[in-house]
Structures are given as C-alpha cells and as structure tokens.
C-alpha cells in the first residue's frame, strides 16, 4: 500500500499547531474590526484573465492553473500540442487559477460591486493564497495572507492608523520588541533625481533596498555596475548615511530635495504621518524613517510599512503602502487606497522563537469528567450538562478505563480540571475537584465547582 504524503510546500496544522495560529488570527482579526474594517472573502479560484499580467512575468510563472473540467484537450490546438508549446496551451486547456494574493480578488471586487460599496471603503481578508514557489524554509506554496486596506481616499490618516494597528496586534501578541520601518515612493524619486538616474531608478531602487543585507560596499560596486557615477553615489550615501530622528531625517531630505516635486510631497507625507500619531500620543519615532526602503517599486506610489521582530532569524512579518490606480486594470481609474498585510506562518515562528504565546493557548476543554464505572459514568452526565449550560468547555471521558489512564488523557490535551466521580461522590454529592496543573484536589458540590469558573 503506497504510503500518503502532501503536496511539497503545503502542511497539516495538528490541534496544538491550530491553537496558536487561530490565537494569532483572533488577534490581528480583533484589531482589525476595532479600526472599523469589515471582513471580505472571495473565491479560492479567479479567473486566468484576472489574475495574469498583475505580478509581472515571474509572477505569472507562479500561479497554480486549474485544468478545464472534462475534456480540457476537447479545444487545444493541434498544433501547440504537437510543439509542446505549454505556454500557448495554457488558456486553451484552463481558465482558472488559484489566487496568488489577495489584493488583485479585492480590486475585482470593488470594480464588480462599486455601487453597492460604501466608499472609503475599508475591507479585511484572512484567506489562503497559493503560489508555485520553490518550498523552503519560511516559504510555502499554500500559505494565509491577513491583509487590510483602505480605498477610495488619499487621506494620510489611513497611514497613521496603519502604524497604530501594527503597535496594537503586536502587543495582544506580547511582542515588544520590534521595528516599523516607513518611508516613502517620492523621497525615492527625489533621490533618483539627485543620482541623475532618468531611465535607470529600478536599479537604484534595488540596490539601496538591500543595504542592510549586503551592506555599504556591496551596494555601491552594484550601483557601479549599473551605470551611476561616483559622485551621484557620494551623494546618495551622504543621505542614506545621516544618522538622527525622524524630524532630523525631515530637515535633512526638505533641504537636499527641495528642487523635486515628488521628493517635496514625500517629505511633506512624512511629516503630517507624524503629526497625526502625535495625537494619538505617539511620539514621533514611533516608527523609524527609513530612507533605503524600496519595496513594491511597481506597485506602490506613496508611504510604504514593513514591520521586523528583532533578535529572530526571520525577515519582515508585515508590509504594505499607498497604492494609486489600483482598480484601473479592471476599467475603474482613479481609485487610491492604502493597505498592509501580516504574514501569519512568519509571526508564527518569530513567536516560537520568542516562546511568547500564552500558556492557556491550547486548551479546548476545560473541564474533564473523569468515573470509576458505568454508573458513574451516566452520573457524572448531569454535571456535564451543568458545565455546558454554564458556557464551560466541558466533556467526560466515553469509555470505562482506569483513572489513570483517563488523567493522562486529560494531561495530554492540557484540560487545566478533571471532575472524578465514584460511589462516595455520587452517595454525598461532593464532587473531586482536581487542578491539574497543581495536582491539589478538593471535595466540592456541583454549584461550588460552577463558581469556581
């Protein structure tokens, strides 16, 4: 008999597992709903048209494609079937794919449903997406994206709100210790103009971004090969290299970019960020401006997040940006929004790592009640239906077994109290009240045992 196994870069998630992604979820889910964000879902399947020419050319090589039910060769042609020609055959033989992201389903939607969605419109999703990745550690094929998004407003409050919804799910993680780096699509402009790098600002783009990876030298013999002279990289780094606040960063980029209009607007973004956290009494290196970050150069056109836990081997658990035109792909232009996703298997490890997820995590029942016998057993049913009726996780072991085996049962599933009932307790009414966690027991009646929860 062939032995079972998973698809490579996919995972069973065991009820302990479970327990702690699900107290993740519940979390980010909670703040979330707090900051007045509603829950969308949409489709595991899209359909091809949708989703290729949105994640650029390697993008498009990473989508899972669905054959056609039935027949899917019934309307191949010949030709591409004798040439091996797999590309050509894709859209002769599947429509649909599995979604890669979440944020190309939500454009669909609003477009689909713009006169039914109430504008800003401020949506989150918590759902699986799936990408023919190369499966390594911390990257799967099958894995949940958590993202949030505003659209339909430029207003910088939304950025703001970002940041304070970054600090809140955090600390319900009980993660103190980690670094929210900001910056912003038009300071990178401005510095593209100062590098004098008309035609050439992806490659710039790149470079700076991997500083902190490959480090000063690495970036500036790349920058080299790419074209950029000394100077122009002298000046890049004189800006890069400044140590200070946020406000010192500010004076420093509104004096060297103060010629470039869209370096100006980043600079000016910035600053009102700060302002409006300032009135929610955070300070303002509530956050670090970071001038060498340059993620989504395609995608994002204003304020752009990504969040690291610091002191763990894991790379950013959290990201996001303004984004112009989102929905133009789809025929609805001018729509801006602003959105950040957590990845949840990233914050899972980071939090393994920091073995910060509360103790009571993996508990489900919360009561056990444990009998020497069958009398017992139908006994102890109307303390079941008491705890129950309480709103008590609660549940009694289905099979006549030795006490011992019935505690290791209750042990293993980490039931914190195991009611035992036998021929004294049913005779007095006392019930065996044991924690388990202490191994101190007590005689109690069935209502003192309901008050101790």
């Given amino acids: 008999m062939e032995k079972p196994t998973l698809p ?139 993202d949030a998004d505003v659209i339909g407003t430029d207003s910088l409050l939304c950025e703001a709100e970002i940041i304070l919804m970054i600090k809140e799910v955090c600390k319900g993680l009980g993660i103190d210790d980690f670094s929210i780096k900001v910056n912003h699509r038009g300071i990178l402009t401005g510095l593209a103009e100062i590098a004098e790098a008309k035609g050439n600002e992806s490659s710039l783009f790149v470079a700076i971004d991997k500083l902190d990876k490959i480090g000063e030298d690495k970036v500036k013999e790349e920058l080299s090969s790419k074209g950029f002279s000394t100077n122009s990289i002298n000046r890049i780094f004189e800006i890069l290299n400044f140590k200070g606040s946020n406000l010192e960063k500010i004076e420093l980029l509104h004096s060297r970019l103060e010629q470039s209009e ?17 009135k929610f009494d955070l300070a303002g290196d509530s956050f670090e401006l970071d001038i060498a970050l340059a993620r989504g150069l395609s995608y994002y056109t204003g304020a752009i997040f990504e969040v690291k836990i610091n002191n763990v081997g894991i790379g950013s658990v959290s990201g996001g940006g303004r984004y112009d035109n989102l929905t133009g792909v789809f025929g609805l232009e001018g729509v801006s929004g602003v959105g950040f996703s957590f990845g949840v298997d990233r914050l899972y490890d980071a939090m393994e790592e920091l073995n910060v997820f509360p103790e009571d995590t993996e508990e489900s029942t919360k009561v056990l009640i444990a009998h020497f016998d069958e009398e017992a057993m139908r006994y102890g049913l109307a303390t079941l239906k008491a705890l129950r009726r309480e709103g008590i996780a609660a549940e009694i072991y289905p099979d006549v077994s030795k006490l011992k085996k019935q505690l290791d049962y209750a042990n293993k599933k980490k039931i914190p109290y195991v009611v035992v009932i036998g021929s004294d307790e049913m005779k007095s009414g006392d019930l065996t009240f044991k924690n388990m966690k202490t191994g101190e027991q007590q005689r109690l009646t069935l209502e003192e045992i309901l008050i101790q929860f």
Wanted: charged share 30%; hydrophobic share 35%.
């Fill in 8 to 146: 490579k870069g996919t995972r069973d998630f065991g009820p302990a597992v479970m327990a702690r992604r699900q107290f993740i979820l519940d979390t980010i889910k909670g703040v979330f709903k707090k900051y007045g964000f509603q829950q969308l879902e949409t489709p595991a399947m899209e359909n091809l048209s949708t989703l290729t020419g949105k994640y650029g050319e390697e993008g498009d090589q990473l989508l899972f494609k669905v054959l056609n039910s039935g027949d899917y060769l019934k309307n191949a042609d010949p030709e591409k079937l004798k040439s091996k020609d797999s590309k050509g055959l894709t859209f002769d033989i599947s429509e649909k794919g599995l979604k890669y992201d979440l944020t190309v389903p939500f454009a669909r939607y609003v477009v689909m449903n713009r006169h039914e969605v109430t504008f800003p419109f401020k949506r989150f999703q918590i759902q699986p997406v799936w990408r023919a990745d190369r499966p390594q550690k911390g990257r799967y094929r099958e894995f949940y994206q958590c």
């Fill in 262 to 278: 869209k370096g100006t607007k980043g600079v000016q973004d910035i600053k009102q960020i700060i302002e409006l956290l300032s």
